[in-house]
Structures are given as C-alpha cells and as structure tokens.
C-alpha cells in the first residue's frame, strides 16, 4: 500500500494576483494525469468514505477550508490534513486508502486529478458511520 503525502503548495506571490503551482509532472506522488475534477462540500457536509481499488488522487484545494480524514485499513489508523486556499498543501491518496472530507466554511471546493479515468467498478463507498471518527 502506498503512502499518503501531503506537500506545500508552492506560491508566487504576485502585485496584481498570487501564482499557486499546483502540480508538475515531477511532483511528489505524481504518476500520470487519467482526469481532473472539481468537488463542492457544503458547509459542515462531511462526503465519504470511499476507497479507490487502483486510482491515486491527487486533492487540491480551490475554495474555502475543508478537512480530509484517511483511515488505513493496515495500520488501523485515522490521519487529519487541511485543505485551504490561505495556506494550501496538495493530498495525494494512494489505493486502498479510505477517506472522507468535511465542508468547515460556507464555499468549498476541492479539485481531484487523479491519475486514470472514472470507473465506477474501481470504487468502494460506505456508509459514513461504517468507521467511527469524531468529527
């Protein structure tokens, strides 16, 4: 099982507006680009759990400040990460991990690359208290 990484983002501040370098292709947990999608969580929303059988997801954020919560089946173990446009760090999800997000202020927006197309056979969802975190 892959690692979940969670690295700074990189901004060029800017007079007229600040550069936020998202991803390159030599980025930390980068494989290949498969499709990129953006995910809206409303306020206090929590969307989840899933785990994807083989994509890697690659979530950065674009909106508002949203709470990603992984749960590794191996380790028996839940980890925290923030999601912020103030201070922005980009999630890579490997396989076989399960998570979940939760919307903290009114807009929410998270963009997910991942790094092969949708399939709905690939995925797993369950039921949000199928895993007892305290949110």
């Known amino acids: 099982m892959g690692e979940v990484i969670y690295s700074k983002i990189n901004v060029i501040t800017q007079d007229k507006g600040d550069i936020f370098k998202l991803l390159t292709k030599d980025s930390k947990g980068f494989d290949k680009f498969g499709e990129a999608y953006y995910s809206n969580i409303n306020f206090n929303e929590i969307k989840g759990w899933k785990k994807h059988l083989k994509m890697q997801c690659i979530l950065i954020p674009v909106s508002g400040d949203v709470d990603v919560v992984t749960f590794n089946l191996e380790s028996n173990r839940f980890e925290k990460f923030n999601l912020n446009i103030k201070d922005p760090y980009r999630l890579v999800i490997p396989p076989n991990i399960i998570f979940a997000f939760k919307g903290n202020e009114v807009s929410n927006c998270i963009l997910n690359i ?15 208290n199928e895993f007892k975190y305290n949110w």
């Open 114 to 128: 991942g790094n092969i197309l949708h399939d709905p056979e690939e995925s797993l969802t369950f039921n949000l």
